[in-house]
């Protein structure tokens, strides 16, 4: 079965620090395609980055960046130097091959930046 | 990045009302989009797939009478709450993906109350 896991409910990270998001997919597919979303308070969803299983190169998109091991099927988001705005719910997310672009979601992590 | 218009941002109706939800690709084209409810604290729990000129797929056990779907054009699609319960109350939000695929583009969401 296809899936995501997101293993950290909750996370508190003082300001400044880089976190890592954890985020794990289980499929079968050769070709598929990872996300990471963030949801702030206000409910909206923030594409952050994306990764194809076929990518060479890890994503990176300004501060995020995903650290993406193929053989352990895992695919980490790593926010550098993190600010109190990052505070919010992350979710991880999987595309697999002949979706029709359909996702399947991790449970999601909540972020919070301690000043 | 593309953006997806989502209108209204937030409803109230009275129980046995039906309620239509609009979500528009505003800079690129969207043969098929997704709509999603999200409980508190929860993922995202995909309802339907709405596809341009044809009848939207749906999830196992939402019912396609009461959450009517209609993709009109390449830009707009809706979602219509027909005879509202308190139960449908919810945040419902759909996305788009690009013709890559690689991007997907939600909307800023719908606070449904039902009262």
């Known amino acids: 079965a296809q899936k995501i896991t997101q293993t950290q409910p909750g996370m508190f990270v003082q300001e400044k620090e880089a976190v890592t998001l954890d985020c794990t997919y289980d499929t079968s597919d050769p070709s598929y395609g990872l996300f990471w979303y963030k949801q702030p308070s206000s409910g909206e969803m923030i594409f952050l980055i994306y990764q194809g299983s076929y990518d060479q190169q890890n994503a990176t998109e300004g501060r995020y960046s995903l650290n993406f091991q193929k053989a352990r099927k895992s695919a980490n988001l790593v926010i550098s130097a993190s600010q109190l705005g990052d505070s919010a719910m992350y979710f991880c997310a999987m595309r697999p091959m002949d979706s029709n672009y359909q996702l399947i979601w991790g449970a999601g992590t909540k972020l919070i930046i301690k000043p | 990045g593309a953006v997806v218009s989502q209108h209204p941002s937030r409803v109230i109706c009275k129980s046995g009302t039906s309620v239509k939800i609009e979500c528009r690709s505003l800079?690129?084209?969207?043969?098929?989009m997704f709509w999603y409810r999200q409980f508190p604290k929860k993922s995202l729990m995909l309802m339907a797939t709405s596809n341009e000129g044809s009848k939207a797929t749906y999830e196992q056990g939402v019912e396609k009478d009461k959450f009517l779907i209609n993709h009109a054009s390449l830009t707009l699609s809706t979602l219509t709450v027909t005879s509202a319960h308190p139960e449908d109350s919810s945040f419902y939000i759909c996305?788009?993906?690009?013709?890559?695929?690689?991007?997907?583009?939600f909307g800023p969401g719908t606070r449904l109350t039902v009262t």
């Open positions: 800079d690129f084209q969207a043969t098929t």
């Open positions: 996305s788009a993906p690009t013709s890559s695929g690689n991007e997907q583009y």
